[in-house]
């Protein structure tokens, strides 16, 4: 039985090259999946944030991921399967190396000095790790198959999936669910499988899937707290597929000006339109209010965050980078002498920052109980990066140590 603490070290026949680009990645709340226009999650403080955009607190949908016992012990645990075969060949080198950015971020292995307590293990059953769905069932076009009949208890294992470039060169957006939804959260008519997922299009950019991995942790965009214009520019008619977009709302009958305020500011227009500016709307898919005091002023913006775009996505990169007027998202950094705002570039962020991992440290915090259990487990520690322990146990306790 093998045991991976988060983050488990890359494998050492393992290598990535970073190349960053950000797609519509955050879309993955429960109304924005059902498709639904008229809920509304409870009204956002225009309170300034600590530094994280927070998307677990004050909602049932989205949560940290719980707490289960494991070997006499409670710990923060994320399951996980690859969608299939094609899925963990894609990804077996980045997905690791992508959890060391913030297992590295963290100070280390989860423990009382580093203050947290998350771990990642692959689903179990039969005595072998599994993938999500039935051998050959798995469509990487609709994201879509035949849930493996061996996790049948495992329905909310995060479904880690490979999506590759499609026969006319599209390139899927790589996109992620955000933090844990329990059972008893969803809609009736929904689907209690793969409700957890990250979805990635670009296998060789680590920093990428760690992006993602924030949104399963539960952190939101930076650049779409409610509090990001006192800090921010964002200029939507510089994002790619806008004036198509536009177009295309002016020729069902919306009158210009509507539908421009629409595409800066209603997540379901944009996705309507298929327009990538539903990632930057500001307040959007969050849950619930950033704690501060608006009276002190933008304390403590996360610039630094790696859940923030750089000013060049989405964008002509050489466009943007050659003059700030053709960027979506600039910094705001004051006025000159004769009175005009002045703007700085925002650079791509290679590791989650000290804000990111607070917001860790706050919602899977290491507790101090845990560690006298796991003292009765003599050498068997989940934290150890790369302990791998070999065990015969019989069907019934791996399904209820490892969760089958």
């Given at each position: 039985?093998?045991?991976?603490?988060?983050l488990l070290a890359t494998q050492f026949w393992c290598y990535s090259v970073t190349a960053l680009s950000f797609g519509n990645d955050f879309n993955g709340t429960i109304p924005s999946i059902l498709g639904i226009t008229n809920f509304s999650y409870p009204a956002a403080s225009s309170n300034i944030g600590?530094?994280?955009?927070?998307?677990?607190?004050?909602?049932?949908?989205?949560?940290?991921?719980?707490?289960?016992?494991?070997?006499?012990?409670?710990?923060?645990?994320?399951?996980?399967?690859?969608?299939?075969?094609?899925?963990?060949?894609?990804?077996?080198?980045?997905?690791?190396?992508?959890?060391?950015?913030?297992?590295?971020?963290?100070?280390?292995?989860?423990?009382?000095?580093?203050?947290?307590?998350?771990?990642?293990?692959?689903?179990?059953?039969?005595?072998?790790?599994?993938?999500?769905?039935?051998?050959?069932?798995?469509?990487?076009?609709?994201?879509?198959?035949?849930?493996?009949?061996?996790?049948?208890?495992?329905?909310?294992?995060?479904?880690?999936?490979?999506?590759?470039?499609?026969?006319?060169?599209?390139?899927?957006?790589?996109?992620?669910?955000?933090?844990?939804?329990?059972?008893?959260?969803?809609?009736?008519?929904?689907?209690?499988?793969?409700?957890?997922?990250?979805?990635?299009?670009?296998?060789?950019?680590?920093?990428?899937?760690?992006?993602?991995?924030?949104?399963?942790?539960g952190l939101l965009h930076e650049h779409q707290r409610s509090d990001r214009d006192t800090v921010i520019e964002y200029r939507p008619e510089n994002i790619a597929g806008y004036t198509e977009a536009l177009a295309a709302a002016i020729k069902d009958k919306v009158p210009e000006a509507e539908a421009r305020?629409?595409?800066?500011?209603?997540?379901?227009?944009?996705?309507?339109?298929?327009?990538?500016?539903?990632?930057?709307?500001?307040?959007?898919?969050?849950?619930?209010?950033?704690?501060?005091?608006?009276?002190?002023?933008?304390?403590?913006?996360?610039?630094?965050?790696?859940?923030?775009?750089?000013?060049?996505?989405?964008?002509?990169?050489?466009?943007?980078?050659?003059?700030?007027?053709?960027?979506?998202?600039?910094?705001?950094?004051?006025?000159?002498?004769?009175?005009?705002?002045?703007?700085?570039?925002?650079?791509?962020?290679?590791?989650?920052?000290?804000?990111?991992?607070?917001?860790?440290?706050?919602?899977?915090?290491?507790?101090?109980?845990?560690?006298?259990?796991?003292?009765?487990?003599?050498?068997?520690?989940?934290?150890?990066?790369?302990?791998?322990?070999?065990?015969?146990?019989?069907?019934?306790?791996?399904?209820?140590?490892?969760?089958?």
């Amino acid at each position: 039985m093998r045991i991976r603490a988060f983050l488990l070290a890359t494998q050492f026949w393992c290598y990535s090259v970073t190349a960053l680009s950000f797609g519509n990645d955050f879309n993955g709340t429960i109304p924005s999946i059902l498709g639904i226009t008229n809920f509304s999650y409870p009204a956002a403080s225009s309170n300034i944030g600590f530094g994280y955009a927070d998307g677990v607190v004050n909602t049932d949908y989205h949560q940290p991921w719980p707490l289960v016992k494991m070997y006499k012990s409670s710990v923060h645990l994320i399951r996980y399967c690859y969608a299939d075969q094609a899925s963990k060949d894609a990804l077996h080198c980045s997905w690791p190396a992508a959890e060391n950015l913030w297992q590295d971020a963290l100070g280390g292995k989860p423990s009382k000095e580093t203050g947290y307590n998350l771990h990642f293990v692959q689903a179990w059953a039969a005595g072998e790790t599994q993938f999500c769905y039935a051998e050959g069932t798995y469509d990487p076009k609709t994201a879509q198959g035949t849930w493996n009949w061996k996790l049948h208890n495992r329905q909310d294992a995060l479904v880690v999936a490979y999506r590759p470039v499609d026969e006319k060169g599209n390139k899927p957006a790589t996109s992620a669910s955000l933090g844990y939804t329990p059972e008893s959260a969803l809609f009736p008519w929904q689907s209690r499988q793969a409700r957890h997922y990250i979805q990635i299009s670009d296998k060789d950019d680590e920093v990428r899937i760690a992006h993602e991995l924030g949104h399963v942790l539960g952190l939101l965009h930076e650049h779409q707290r409610s509090d990001r214009d006192t800090v921010i520019e964002y200029r939507p008619e510089n994002i790619a597929g806008y004036t198509e977009a536009l177009a295309a709302a002016i020729k069902d009958k919306v009158p210009e000006a509507e539908a421009r305020q629409k595409l800066r500011d209603d997540v379901p227009f944009c996705q309507k339109y298929n327009f990538r500016g539903s990632a930057y709307v500001k307040n959007a898919d969050q849950p619930g209010p950033i704690i501060g005091d608006h009276a002190q002023g933008p304390l403590d913006f996360d610039f630094d965050s790696i859940m923030i775009y750089p000013s060049d996505a989405q964008t002509d990169t050489a466009a943007c980078r050659a003059d700030l007027a053709h960027c979506p998202i600039v910094r705001r950094a004051g006025t000159s002498s004769d009175g005009k705002s002045k703007f700085e570039y925002i650079a791509a962020k290679g590791k989650p920052s000290a804000k990111d991992v607070e917001f860790v440290r706050k919602h899977y915090a290491w507790r101090e109980e845990e560690v006298s259990q796991r003292r009765k487990r003599s050498s068997r520690e989940v934290g150890e990066v790369k302990v791998q322990i070999k065990i015969r146990r019989s069907n019934s306790e791996v399904q209820r140590g490892m969760g089958g």
